[in-house]
């Protein structure tokens, strides 16, 4: 049974500028990987989204290992593992959102205000906490409830899953490790555990950035061994899910 790691990409930036990772980011990465190289972890492969933020992670875990005189497999991207496009959901669906509820449109407002004055101020709290604007939105596009020209909820989910056809191609008891984003990780956690939609939802709410989360994979079977993992993160303040 080969081992895989699913890494979800640093503390990321601002809401009007996501894709790049923070400072905060970068050493949460770094210390992935220095935990990683201490603990004499070898990959066999090692796979990025194509997102900034995702390949970000990588490099720092890369770093690490190449610093501590290790190696280190060559980072294959795979756009299979990037997170679905919050941007343009928000683009599309908020307006009727806002039509239809007046709680949402209220907070969507606020947010968007709280953006705007928090120009160049990485820490603010609009930046780092998740909203229940955010919250209805994602749900209202995994239901499906509203026209949506971009990536559906089914189609994002089967472009996760169908990664594991490609991971079935390694050699047995391979050590892989994937820098990926919340929502994959809990996909994939999700087809181990057979949960609903709205479970892996929630679980990716509650994933920590640089945390690892570990599966077995034998041909189509899965088996979670262990979820959210941040043993690198020692302290509190390093601990971020935004």
Same mark, same amino acid.
């Given at each position: 049974?080969?081992?895989? /790691?699913?890494?979800?990409?640093?503390?990321?930036?601002?809401?009007?500028? /996501?894709?790049?990772?923070?400072?905060? $980011?970068?050493?949460?990465?770094?210390?992935?990987?220095? /935990?990683?190289?201490?603990?004499?972890?070898? !990959?066999? %492969?090692? /796979?990025? $989204? &194509?997102?900034?933020?995702?390949?970000?992670?990588?490099?720092?875990?890369?770093?690490?290992?190449?610093?501590?005189?290790?190696?280190? @497999?060559?980072?294959?991207?795979?756009?299979?593992?990037?997170?679905? +496009?919050?941007?343009?959901?928000?683009?599309?669906?908020? @307006?009727?959102? #806002?039509?239809?509820?007046?709680? !949402?449109?209220?907070?969507?407002? *606020?947010?968007?205000?709280?953006?705007? =004055?928090?120009?160049?101020?990485?820490?603010?709290?609009?930046?780092?906490?998740?909203?229940? #604007?955010?919250?209805?939105?994602?749900?209202?596009?995994? $239901?499906?409830?509203?026209?949506?020209?971009?990536?559906?909820?089914?189609?994002?989910?089967?472009?996760?899953?169908? #990664?594991?056809?490609?991971?079935?191609?390694?050699?047995?008891? =391979? +050590?892989?490790?994937?820098?990926?984003? =919340? *929502? @994959?990780? &809990?996909?994939?956690? $999700?087809?181990?555990?057979?949960?609903?939609?709205?479970?892996?939802?929630?679980?990716? =709410?509650?994933?920590? +950035?640089?945390?690892? *989360?570990?599966?077995?994979?034998?041909?189509?079977?899965?088996?979670? !061994?262990?979820?959210?993992?941040?043993?690198?993160?020692?302290? @509190?303040?390093?601990? *971020? %899910?935004?």
């Amino acid at each position: 049974m080969s081992s895989v /790691y699913l890494v979800r990409h640093g503390q990321a930036g601002t809401r009007d500028s /996501y894709d790049s990772l923070s400072d905060l $980011g970068r050493r949460q990465s770094r210390l992935l990987g220095e /935990y990683f190289a201490s603990q004499r972890i070898e !990959f066999t %492969h090692a /796979y990025a $989204g &194509a997102l900034s933020r995702q390949q970000q992670t990588a490099v720092e875990v890369s770093r690490a290992y190449a610093h501590a005189g290790l190696s280190f @497999p060559e980072v294959v991207v795979e756009k299979g593992w990037d997170e679905f +496009n919050l941007d343009q959901i928000y683009r599309d669906i908020a @307006p009727r959102l #806002c039509e239809e509820d007046s709680e !949402f449109r209220s907070d969507y407002e *606020t947010m968007r205000e709280e953006v705007k =004055a928090s120009a160049g101020v990485q820490d603010a709290e609009v930046h780092r906490r998740w909203r229940p #604007c955010d919250t209805k939105l994602v749900e209202a596009w995994i $239901g499906g409830h509203h026209a949506y020209r971009g990536e559906t909820w089914d189609q994002f989910r089967e472009r996760v899953t169908a #990664c594991r056809l490609k991971l079935g191609e390694t050699q047995r008891d =391979a +050590n892989i490790v994937i820098f990926t984003s =919340a *929502t @994959p990780a &809990a996909i994939w956690a $999700g087809l181990a555990l057979a949960i609903s939609d709205d479970r892996v939802r929630r679980l990716a =709410a509650v994933l920590r +950035n640089t945390s690892y *989360t570990v599966l077995g994979l034998r041909g189509e079977e899965l088996r979670l !061994f262990s979820f959210n993992e941040v043993p690198h993160l020692r302290v @509190p303040e390093l601990r *971020t %899910h935004r």
